[in-house]
C-alpha cells in the first residue's frame, strides 16, 4: 500500500520541477522585464469583430497567446501556421489566439483590409487592430529598442505573462536561436495547457 503523504509530496515535487522548467525554458533575455508581470491593459485596440473594445480582463478563465504582426513580414507569414495549429489544437482547453495587426508605419486601417492581410497570410485568430502602436508600445517595446516587433506573448488564466518569443521567426525556420526560442516558447504554452499552470 502506498503512503498518501508520500503520494501527495512526489505530486507537489513532480509539479514544481515541471514549473521551473518551464520558466527556464521561456526565459528570453530580451522579454524578461515582461515576464511573470501581469498584462498590462492595452488601451485603445480595436477588435476587428465585435465587441471592438475588449480589455485584458475580459479574457480572464482563458490563456491567451497574443501575435503582434504585419503584413510584409516574413516572420509573421512563416509563423501563421504555428499559431493556427496552436488555436486549434487548445481552443476547446481554453486558449485563445489574439492576433495584433500593427501597420508599418502606423496609419489608419480598415477592418476589411486587416482580413484580407490576415487571410493572405494564414492568420485564423481573432484579429485586432492596433494602428498608433499603442498596445505594442504598452505590452512589449516599453520605451526599449526591441530587434522586432512580432513579438508573442503567452499570457495565463490570471493575466500574468508566462513566456515570451521576442519575435522573428515562432517556427523550425530561421536560425538555431529562433528555433531554440520558438521549441521553448512551445513548451511552455504545453505545460500551462496541460497542467493549467506554469
Given at each position: 500500500m502506498t503512503n498518501p503523504l508520500r503520494a501527495r509530496a512526489l505530486v507537489v515535487v513532480l509539479a514544481l520541477s515541471l514549473a521551473a522548467m518551464a520558466r527556464a525554458d521561456s526565459a528570453d533575455p530580451e522579454g524578461s522585464d515582461v515576464l511573470g508581470k501581469r498584462l498590462p491593459d492595452w488601451g485603445d485596440l480595436r477588435f476587428v469583430d465585435a465587441p471592438v473594445h475588449r480589455k485584458p480582463a475580459d479574457f480572464k478563465g482563458k490563456v491567451l497567446v497574443i501575435r503582434f504582426w504585419t503584413?510584409?513580414?516574413?516572420?509573421?507569414?512563416?509563423?501563421?501556421?504555428?499559431?493556427?495549429?496552436?488555436?486549434?489544437?487548445?481552443?476547446?482547453?481554453?486558449?485563445?489566439?489574439?492576433?495584433?495587426y500593427h501597420p508599418k508605419p502606423p496609419h489608419a486601417v480598415t477592418d476589411d483590409e486587416v482580413r484580407a492581410y490576415a487571410k493572405r497570410i494564414g492568420l485564423r485568430g481573432l484579429l485586432a487592430v492596433d494602428e498608433r502602436w499603442s498596445a505594442l508600445e504598452k505590452l512589449w517595446l516599453r520605451?526599449?529598442?526591441?530587434?522586432?516587433?512580432?513579438?508573442?506573448?503567452?499570457?495565463?488564466?490570471?493575466?500574468?505573462?508566462?513566456?515570451?518569443?521576442?519575435?522573428?521567426?515562432?517556427?523550425?525556420?530561421?536560425?538555431?536561436?529562433?528555433?531554440q526560442q520558438a521549441q521553448a516558447f512551445e513548451r511552455s504554452l504545453r505545460t500551462l495547457m496541460e497542467n493549467d499552470r506554469l
Open positions: 503584413d510584409q513580414c516574413p516572420f509573421c507569414r512563416a509563423s501563421a501556421p504555428v499559431l493556427t495549429g496552436w488555436g486549434d489544437k487548445y481552443r476547446d482547453k481554453g486558449l485563445v489566439v489574439i492576433d495584433i520605451g526599449q529598442d526591441r530587434a522586432y516587433t512580432s513579438a508573442t506573448l503567452l499570457v495565463d488564466r490570471e493575466g500574468v505573462v508566462r513566456a515570451v518569443h521576442r519575435g522573428g521567426y515562432l517556427s523550425q525556420d530561421g536560425s538555431d536561436d529562433d528555433r
